[in-house]
């Protein structure tokens, strides 16, 4: 068990930039999880895939947040034109059926 | 809409003095409740999960308890390593429904 890996840890962007953040989960676990996270708050869910389906978004997704899952394996979420508003640590989670959720250490944005 | 508030936001403990964190929640039917630590700079590590009330958990030094409208996470002789943020979260009953709804956290420090 080799936890859940994120890259990059550290993201820093210009405002308008394109990011992708890569996740890949423990690897017998079949649901993958998206959380994003600001100083001094809780994670807040983004949205939730079982294997290669995305079965649930959060009103915070706005149109410029992608998510795909393919093959049902690692995942990729992508932010499109960057805001400020963007900056924090996004978190993944990957979990087995209904065992609790095991996340990644994140990958911490910063748009300037 | 699911809520989760935390008391106190910050605890500062000397070594050895017990103490309890407490994780008040509404919920539209409570599917499970779960306890996280977090560490600066990573994700959080699952400690718990309790399912309807009166149901205890322990490990080591930490036991969380659950009623109809709150849990508690009582601290037993805490040591500086336990020093961590303490993360609630909730997860309503209700099919498809996946998402955890996490409360600011209790920002635990333990002085030697």
């Known amino acids: 068990d080799t936890g859940v890996s994120q890259d990059p840890r550290h993201k820093i962007t210009k405002r308008g930039q394109n990011v992708t953040f890569r996740c890949d989960p423990i690897s017998e676990h079949n649901r993958l999880y998206w959380y994003r996270q600001t100083l001094g708050q809780g994670p807040e869910f983004l949205t939730y895939?079982?294997?290669?389906?995305?079965?649930?978004k959060s009103r915070l997704l706005s149109d410029r947040f992608s998510a795909e899952r393919p093959k049902g394996s690692f995942s990729t979420l992508e932010i499109q034109r960057t805001e400020q508003g963007d900056s924090a640590m996004y978190l993944c989670a990957s979990s087995f059926g209904d065992s609790p959720l095991h996340f990644g250490n994140g990958t911490r944005l910063t748009v300037t | 809409e699911d809520q989760v508030t935390q008391s106190p936001e910050a605890l500062r403990l000397q070594e050895g003095e017990s103490s309890s964190l407490n994780c008040s929640y509404t919920v539209s039917g409570l599917r499970g409740l779960f306890w996280y630590r977090q560490d600066p700079g990573k994700g959080p590590e699952f400690l718990f999960t309790?399912?309807?009330a009166g149901e205890e958990k322990e490990k080591e030094r930490l036991k969380a308890t659950l009623t109809k409208k709150e849990s508690f996470l009582h601290i037993t002789a805490p040591k500086p390593e336990d020093s961590a943020t303490y993360l609630c979260a909730v997860q309503a009953a209700g099919a498809g429904s996946y998402q955890l709804t996490f409360g600011k956290g209790t920002k635990l420090s333990v002085i030697p």
């Open positions: 309790l399912y309807s």
């Open positions: 895939f079982q294997n290669e389906a995305q079965l649930e």
